[in-house]
């Protein structure tokens, strides 16, 4: 029933048919902007990659891929312990070395569920980084050479894709020689978006348009799938019912590419795949700014650029010793390094950065989206659908 009226209510491009009936209020702090007259498009975001520029290894890693917890643990033996360790017949001894001892603090921590008892430990350095020049990302500090503000730690500046000056991805910078690199865009368990809806609201030119609004927002749906597993362009797909994973903004579009007004702090909806609804909790940005680009296709490709909390990246989802010792990724040296490579957001009493820049590229599909209440009537304030 919810999404029959929900077609019929955001039917078609305008979005806006209320067939006569009620409010149709956006899930936010309070009920969507009115737009200039113009079309409204929605689009349905399954996955963002970690923004990770593909360049060359040995310009971006010289020194190659970082450590696994593995190769981690043995770089503390001397060669003669390595070499005894390996041998078929200490096989067991190998593994609980590096799969429990090496993995496990003296209260008993483990790397993934508390990396922050380990920033001491010398047996898990941080990472060396990446050394290229070029990254994804956006002027977030509003520097050209990152000396230090009020809201951002002195760092070094990438130059853009494309050329662009000045720009902010220390989170890049920081895991973009990790195991996660490949040629094939990976996203990483603990740093990647769930789905997310984009809404744009009074839209009167694709090429040009000098005021927008853009709404993003989580999914209060699961998107349905095709048989070979993607989502399916054109279905309807309602905004979560909680207020706080919504967000709005403004835009403009300037040859094809609308490029929005930051947007404060935006929180989305996060649930750690192994524990369903149990795992739910959020991610969270700050200083979000949006490049988007409406393709002939329908569909969307864009970039995200924000700040990210450092320990908001790492205290969720992190439950267990299997993301060290079955993926083989050392949580604990890739939390010292965002902690090292923070540039954002200075503690008052510390001085140190609480937040990484980041981006993260992402495409998407049409879709009409159902706003997360509607009041069938005004004169019967009772009848809504949630």
Known sequence: MHHVLSRL???????????????????????????PQGQTRGFFVPATDLGIYYGKLEEDCPQGTEMTVEA????????????RLLRPDNAREYARGWKEDFITGPGGENVCNNPKSFLNDPRHPPYRGVQGTVAYGMNLDGTADGRPTSKSCGHQKFSGVNGEPGV???????????????????VHPHIYMDPFLIQ???????????????????????????????PLPNQTIAVAENPRWSATTRGRIVNGQLT???????????????????????????????????????????QMASYR??????TRGRCCKGTASTANNDCASEHKTLVMMADGY???????????????????????IAQARMELSSKNKKSTFR
């Open 9 to 35: 209510l955001l039917g078609g491009r305008t979005g806006g048919m209320l067939l006569g009936v009620g409010l149709i209020v956006l899930a936010g702090s309070g009920p969507f902007r009115a737009a």
């Open 72 to 83: 981690a643990f043995l770089a503390t033996k001397t060669p003669e312990e390595r070499e």
């Open 168 to 186: 902010d991805n220390q989170l890049y910078r920081a895991i973009g020689c990790s195991k996660y690199r490949s040629p094939i865009p990976q």
């Open 200 to 230: 744009i609201r009074g839209l009167d030119d694709l090429r040009d348009d000098d005021h927008v609004d853009v709404a993003i927002s989580s999914p209060g749906d699961a998107a349905l799938e095709g048989s070979d597993g993607n």
């Open 260 to 302: 929005t007004d930051v947007i404060p702090a935006m929180y989305l909806r996060w649930v750690l795949p192994t524990w369903g609804a149990l795992g739910e909790t959020e991610t969270e940005f700050h200083d979000v700014r949006f490049r988007i680009s409406i393709g002939a296709d329908g569909g969307v490709k864009g």
């Open 309 to 314: 909390p450092v320990e908001n990246i790492f």
């Open 346 to 368: 200075p503690d008052p009493a510390t001085g140190q950065c609480t937040m990484i820049s980041s981006a993260a590229n992402f495409t998407g599909i049409p879709v009409f």
